[in-house]
């Protein structure tokens, strides 16, 4: 029998020095530039080391160098000044006691959502190919063969770094699609997985779209997808991974749009992995969709479910990660199935659910239970 591989969706505890420079970079105070840099490929050694050591298959950078998963994109392209409005989601709202709660404790990240101003144009600045020398660098002396990157989608941009320059939303998804071509096809190039993280998919519902019907919200994100396979038209699909996601917070979720209602617009993306949510209280349930809809799924398409909770410190029983990956093996078969995570563990710089240690015991989870589902 195959046996299952390991992944998770990206994003990783980064250490202290590694914050404190990116704030210091995020909030233009001044930094040395080369202790940035050397403290950066430091760190991603590091993180390489230890996926390896807990047995993790297919690794990342953890998102290392980037203040957020989306809003680094600001420091990489040209056209983006000022504020974008600030929108809580829907479910937190309905309880106002909780959000100030959030709030209070810090909980709530406030980096620079900068908006749409001018034409969007790469700066050139060399941060793409640090990243990717740093990766690279790390897996080789570690002896790691698979590594993944992620990148923001261009729906995901567009609902952090909102439209103030182009003449509609969809001359702005456009303009994105084209520019981010670039960035996408380096990453293939450099011969490691692309991940495009594409939480404009499902957390947008009740966010950016609440006033919508889910109907209408579903018509947005197809053309979200339509803007994402232009921009990744021509590479290689077994090479490019797409995570939805509907908020790595913990919190109600009741305005959470179901997969059900999004399958077939994530079933449609030009990518040969899907990474999705099935651990959390508001999805776990939904590996049922995938069961009843098995014939929907495309026989190129590998799933990755999200076996662990990235909201949550309770460290995954091993039983409970190989539970959940027979529900999606026993009807796609371990070939077409990886383990990974609900989200990631560093999704903010400086912010984070899981105390750290805690992310590293649930990660070395993920290789126990799926010896056992093996």
């Not at 600001?74 to 983006?80: I, L, N, V």
């Not at 950016?208 to 921009?231: I, K, R, T, W």
């Not at 995938?290 to 999200?306: H, Q, S, T």
């Given at each position: 029998m195959a046996r299952i591989q390991t992944t998770h969706v990206g994003s990783l505890p980064r250490s202290q020095n590694v914050t404190d420079l990116l704030f210091a970079k995020e909030q233009n105070k001044p930094f040395d530039q080369m202790l940035f840099d050397e403290t950066m490929t430091a760190h991603v050694d590091m993180l390489v080391r230890r996926q390896k050591e807990v047995g993790i298959d297919v690794v990342s950078d953890g998102e290392t160098s980037k203040i957020s998963y989306?809003?680094?994109?600001?420091?990489?392209?040209?056209?983006?000044?000022?504020?974008?409005?600030?929108n809580a989601p829907a479910d937190l709202?309905?309880?106002?006691?909780?959000?100030?709660?959030?709030?209070?404790?810090?909980?709530?990240?406030?980096y620079a959502r900068p908006m749409c101003t001018g034409a969007i144009k790469p700066l050139d600045n060399g941060e793409l190919e640090k990243d990717i020398n740093n990766?690279?660098?790390?897996?080789?002396?570690?002896?790691?063969?698979?590594?993944?990157?992620?990148?923001?989608?261009?729906?995901?941009?567009?609902?952090?770094?909102?439209?103030?320059?182009?003449?509609?939303?969809?001359?702005?998804?456009?303009?994105?699609?084209?520019?981010?071509?670039a960035e996408y096809r380096a990453i293939i190039e450099a011969g490691l997985e692309l991940q495009l993280d594409c939480p404009d998919l499902a957390l947008s519902r009740h966010m950016l779209f609440e006033e919508m019907s889910d109907d209408e919200?579903?018509?947005?994100?197809?053309?979200?997808?339509?803007?994402?396979?232009?921009?990744v038209s021509g590479l290689p699909k077994e090479k490019i991974r797409v995570h939805i996601c509907w908020g790595n917070y913990e919190g109600p979720h009741i305005c959470d749009i179901s997969m059900d209602k999004v399958f077939s617009t994530l079933m449609r993306t030009h990518a040969g992995y899907v990474l999705f949510e099935t651990s959390n209280p508001r999805h776990?349930?939904?590996?049922?969709?995938?069961?009843?809809?098995?014939?929907?799924?495309?026989?190129?398409?590998?799933?990755?479910?999200?076996?662990?909770?990235?909201?949550?410190n309770f460290v995954e029983h091993p039983d409970v990660v190989t539970q959940r990956l027979e529900r999606f093996t026993s009807v796609f078969g371990p070939d077409r199935v990886m383990a990974g995570t609900d989200c990631g563990f560093g999704t903010f710089a400086g912010?984070?659910?899981?105390?750290?240690?805690?992310?590293?015991?649930?990660?070395?989870?993920?290789?126990?239970?799926?010896?056992?589902?093996?």
């Amino acid at each position: 029998m195959a046996r299952i591989q390991t992944t998770h969706v990206g994003s990783l505890p980064r250490s202290q020095n590694v914050t404190d420079l990116l704030f210091a970079k995020e909030q233009n105070k001044p930094f040395d530039q080369m202790l940035f840099d050397e403290t950066m490929t430091a760190h991603v050694d590091m993180l390489v080391r230890r996926q390896k050591e807990v047995g993790i298959d297919v690794v990342s950078d953890g998102e290392t160098s980037k203040i957020s998963y989306a809003t680094y994109v600001k420091d990489r392209y040209s056209g983006f000044s000022g504020d974008s409005p600030r929108n809580a989601p829907a479910d937190l709202k309905q309880f106002p006691g909780f959000l100030q709660r959030l709030a209070d404790s810090g909980g709530t990240p406030t980096y620079a959502r900068p908006m749409c101003t001018g034409a969007i144009k790469p700066l050139d600045n060399g941060e793409l190919e640090k990243d990717i020398n740093n990766l690279k660098t790390a897996m080789a002396a570690n002896g790691v063969e698979r590594g993944f990157m992620n990148a923001a989608s261009p729906g995901v941009i567009s609902l952090f770094l909102q439209n103030d320059y182009y003449p509609s939303r969809q001359d702005y998804l456009e303009a994105l699609s084209e520019v981010m071509k670039a960035e996408y096809r380096a990453i293939i190039e450099a011969g490691l997985e692309l991940q495009l993280d594409c939480p404009d998919l499902a957390l947008s519902r009740h966010m950016l779209f609440e006033e919508m019907s889910d109907d209408e919200f579903v018509a947005v994100a197809d053309s979200h997808v339509l803007a994402l396979n232009h921009a990744v038209s021509g590479l290689p699909k077994e090479k490019i991974r797409v995570h939805i996601c509907w908020g790595n917070y913990e919190g109600p979720h009741i305005c959470d749009i179901s997969m059900d209602k999004v399958f077939s617009t994530l079933m449609r993306t030009h990518a040969g992995y899907v990474l999705f949510e099935t651990s959390n209280p508001r999805h776990a349930h939904e590996w049922t969709v995938f069961k009843a809809r098995a014939d929907e799924v495309p026989a190129d398409k590998i799933l990755i479910p999200g076996v662990l909770d990235s909201t949550t410190n309770f460290v995954e029983h091993p039983d409970v990660v190989t539970q959940r990956l027979e529900r999606f093996t026993s009807v796609f078969g371990p070939d077409r199935v990886m383990a990974g995570t609900d989200c990631g563990f560093g999704t903010f710089a400086g912010f984070g659910a899981v105390d750290p240690e805690i992310a590293w015991a649930k990660l070395a989870v993920l290789r126990q239970g799926a010896d056992s589902a093996n």
